[in-house]
């Protein structure tokens, strides 16, 4: 299954919201240096799934503030 994320980074607080199905908006403290940002977003996502960050992968998107993520079933 493919989920679409827009990330906003340098937010106040990390929040995950769903805005419709398999499409969120996820906001992260961190930056956009070194990969922290993504790092941040994956835990996050993963968290609010209730599933392992092994069954999430970035596949699109890995310097832009769209991405799309890989759901292993």
């Given at each position: 299954m493919y989920l679409?994320?827009?990330?906003?980074?340098?937010?106040?607080?990390?929040?995950?919201?769903?805005t419709a199905t398999n499409r969120?908006?996820?906001?992260v403290k961190e930056k956009r240096r070194l990969g922290l940002?993504?790092?941040?977003?994956?835990?996050l996502?993963?968290?609010?799934?209730?599933r392992d960050i092994?069954?999430?992968s970035l596949i699109k998107g890995?310097?832009?503030?769209?991405?799309?993520f890989f759901l292993r079933e």
């Amino acid at each position: 299954m493919y989920l679409l994320v827009k990330v906003i980074t340098e937010a106040k607080e990390n929040k995950v919201i769903e805005t419709a199905t398999n499409r969120f908006t996820i906001s992260v403290k961190e930056k956009r240096r070194l990969g922290l940002a993504n790092k941040k977003v994956l835990e996050l996502l993963a968290e609010f799934l209730a599933r392992d960050i092994k069954d999430l992968s970035l596949i699109k998107g890995h310097r832009e503030s769209s991405k799309m993520f890989f759901l292993r079933e």
